[in-house]
């Protein structure tokens, strides 16, 4: 049963092929014996599983259907589930057991889906490679030596190596989608305020989005028409219809018009992750796509943009971890400073506190204009190349990363050479556009990711496109060896 897709699920689950207290069992033993090897999980939550599955079954036996009605979860550690720990892969929250569910896991679990625990990440999402949680890395299933990509490192890696169909995870600067074309997934980051963030413990709260992890297209609409919607307890949140993603999905392409950024094919850019990304190219052009250069002439600045913008957010959003109210507490404080000090310099790892020391230089009385401001206002061109770009092509298209996986530790001592890797990724978010990566290859056996990104909420568009695109080809159907 592992092998099953979340829309293979849905109809097992429907004609009564399975339980879902079996599918659950399953599972669960799956991962008991397998995650040892890739440290995918943080926390199991068997007990609340197999309640949730036996209650999803006796739902469908009066009669109730939907196709996440009984089917498996797994949430990144920084959506807050009542009674379980939400570490956001910290020492800081360690022992914090949130008293509410976020948004999305109501959702989740108000459509029947099934919790069997929380995912690792890099502590409070900041990362590229998943190796900064308090918890210890994550391991690529692809090649154990290999990093899974971060921040959503756990869910992309559980996913990998089918310990369950599909997770939640969440995109700063790239986290879904990054992860997912290192480990041969489908990620979805959907337009900002698609997705509530209410519950979602934020690292940069004008840039992080949920969004799914899986396999396929067809199983990311699926989770995203549970995900998706308006909440009044989040402000970001857009009250904008919410289509029927998987009723769009197999749109004819006939006269798609598709934008190949020339920024994109430069320096940096592995010259066989290029061949794949043409490969794509061709393959969609067979669908009936009509493919055409186009330029982001700002996409240069987007990195130092937005490693001003995020640790700036985030050096604010993280003051609430002080020792006091909840969280970690040094021992034995010899005053309220030292409580402060010691309480936040050995809750937070490096990275951590790395990226608050620069968000609070940024903010700072004498720089905020000359680094803050200014990244601001780098942002708005970024956005403003967008839409130009958008004048003329109804797609995006290029790779999510420069290259493939790295090994475990190889730019653990450069932050800066991590911080390249998601040069395609960070603008979307700048920009809040929704973009997608899918499976496209591989390269010296570690696999390769293409990205699309689309005008504000065509998540459906997205979605639609790498249906297609998976329809004619079979990247996303390979596993990796032992799993």
Request: aromatic residues 8%; glycine residues 10%; hydrophobic residues 40%.
């Given at each position: 049963?592992?092998?099953?897709?979340?829309?293979?699920?849905?109809?097992?689950?429907?004609?009564?092929?399975?339980?879902?207290?079996?599918?659950?069992?399953?599972?669960?033993?799956?991962?008991?014996?397998?995650?040892?090897?890739?440290?995918?999980?943080?926390?199991?939550?068997?007990?609340?599983?197999?309640?949730?599955?036996?209650?999803?079954?006796?739902?469908?036996?009066?009669?109730?259907?939907?196709?996440?009605?009984?089917?498996?979860?797994?949430?990144?550690?920084?959506?807050?589930?009542?009674?379980?720990?939400?570490?956001?892969?910290?020492?800081?929250?360690?022992?914090?057991?949130?008293?509410?569910?976020?948004?999305?896991?109501?959702?989740?679990?108000?459509?029947?889906?099934?919790?069997?625990?929380?995912?690792?990440?890099?502590?409070?999402?900041?990362?590229?490679?998943?190796?900064?949680?308090?918890?210890?890395?994550?391991?690529?299933?692809?090649?154990?030596?290999?990093?899974?990509?971060?921040?959503?490192?756990?869910?992309?890696?559980?996913?990998?190596?089918?310990?369950?169909?599909?997770?939640?995870?969440?995109?700063?600067?790239?986290?879904?989608?990054?992860?997912?074309?290192?480990?041969?997934?489908?990620?979805?980051?959907?337009?900002?305020?698609?997705?509530?963030?209410?519950?979602?413990?934020?690292?940069?709260?004008?840039?992080?989005?949920?969004?799914?992890?899986?396999?396929?297209?067809?199983?990311?609409?699926?989770?995203?028409?549970?995900?998706?919607?308006?909440?009044?307890?989040?402000?970001?949140?857009?009250?904008?219809?919410?289509?029927?993603?998987?009723?769009?999905?197999?749109?004819?392409?006939?006269?798609?018009?598709?934008?190949?950024?020339?920024?994109?094919?430069?320096?940096?850019?592995?010259?066989?992750?290029?061949?794949?990304?043409?490969?794509?190219?061709?393959?969609?052009?067979?669908?009936?796509?009509?493919?055409?250069?186009?330029?982001?002439?700002?996409?240069?600045?987007?990195?130092?943009?937005?490693?001003?913008?995020?640790?700036?957010?985030?050096?604010?959003?993280?003051?609430?971890?002080?020792?006091?109210?909840?969280?970690?507490?040094?021992?034995?404080?010899?005053?309220?400073?030292?409580?402060?000090?010691?309480?936040?310099?050995?809750?937070?790892?490096?990275?951590?506190?790395?990226?608050?020391?620069?968000?609070?230089?940024?903010?700072?009385?004498?720089?905020?204009?000359?680094?803050?401001?200014?990244?601001?206002?780098?942002?708005?061109?970024?956005?403003?190349?967008?839409?130009?770009?958008?004048?003329?092509?109804?797609?995006?298209?290029?790779?999510t990363t420069p290259n493939p996986a790295w090994k475990l530790g190889a730019k653990s001592s450069d932050p800066v050479a991590a911080y390249l890797e998601d040069v395609y990724t960070i603008t979307a978010n700048l920009a809040g556009l929704p973009g997608l990566s899918m499976p496209a290859g591989f390269v010296d056996g570690l696999p390769v990711g293409v990205q699309l990104l689309a005008p504000y909420f065509q998540e459906g568009r997205l979605?639609?496109?790498?249906?297609?695109?998976?329809?004619?080809?079979?990247?996303?159907?390979?596993?990796?060896?032992?799993?």
């Open positions: 049963m592992h092998e099953l897709t979340l829309a293979e699920i849905a109809r097992g689950l429907a004609d009564k092929s399975f339980s879902s207290e079996e599918l659950t069992g399953a599972l669960l033993a799956r991962v008991k014996q397998i995650d040892p090897q890739i440290n995918s999980f943080i926390s199991v939550t068997e007990e609340l599983a197999l309640g949730q599955a036996r209650a999803a079954d006796a739902r469908r036996a009066v009669g109730e259907t939907g196709a996440l009605l009984g089917a498996p979860i797994a949430h990144k550690d920084l959506f807050c589930t009542l009674g379980v720990r939400t570490s956001c892969g910290s020492k800081m929250l360690d022992n914090f057991k949130a008293p509410y569910d976020a948004t999305v896991v109501a959702k989740l679990a108000e459509a029947g889906m099934v919790t069997l625990g929380k995912t690792n990440m890099d502590e409070f999402a900041m990362g590229s490679a998943n190796e900064s949680s308090h918890y210890g890395a994550v391991k690529n299933p692809w090649n154990l030596e290999h990093v899974p990509g971060g921040s959503s490192g756990g869910s992309a890696a559980a996913v990998a190596a089918r310990l369950l169909p599909a997770t939640t995870g969440t995109d700063t600067g790239g986290s879904i989608r990054q992860p997912a074309a290192l480990t041969n997934l489908t990620g979805l980051k959907p337009t900002y305020g698609r997705v509530s963030r209410w519950g979602m413990i934020a690292y940069a709260s004008s840039l992080d989005q949920g969004g799914p992890l899986a396999r396929t297209a067809e199983d990311c609409a699926l989770l995203l028409q549970g995900m998706a919607g308006f909440d009044t307890k989040d402000s970001t949140s857009i009250d904008e219809p919410v289509p029927d993603y998987s009723a769009t999905l197999n749109g004819s392409l006939q006269g798609l018009r598709i934008g190949l950024p020339k920024e994109y094919f430069g320096a940096g850019l592995d010259p066989r992750i290029a061949e794949l990304v043409q490969a794509s190219v061709k393959e969609l052009e067979k669908l009936g796509a009509v493919v055409k250069e186009i330029s982001l002439p700002n996409m240069q600045h987007a990195i130092p943009a937005y490693y001003v913008i995020a640790p700036a957010e985030a050096s604010s959003n993280l003051s609430r971890f002080d020792g006091v109210r909840f969280g970690y507490r040094c021992e034995e404080p010899k005053d309220l400073t030292d409580l402060y000090k010691r309480s936040r310099g050995e809750g937070f790892g490096a990275e951590v506190q790395r990226r608050i020391m620069v968000g609070t230089y940024a903010l700072s009385a004498g720089y905020y204009d000359a680094y803050y401001v200014k990244a601001q206002q780098i942002r708005r061109l970024i956005k403003n190349d967008f839409m130009a770009a958008f004048n003329e092509v109804d797609l995006i298209l290029g790779p979605l639609n496109v790498a249906h297609r695109y998976q329809q004619v080809t079979d990247w996303h159907t390979r596993a990796p060896n032992g799993f």
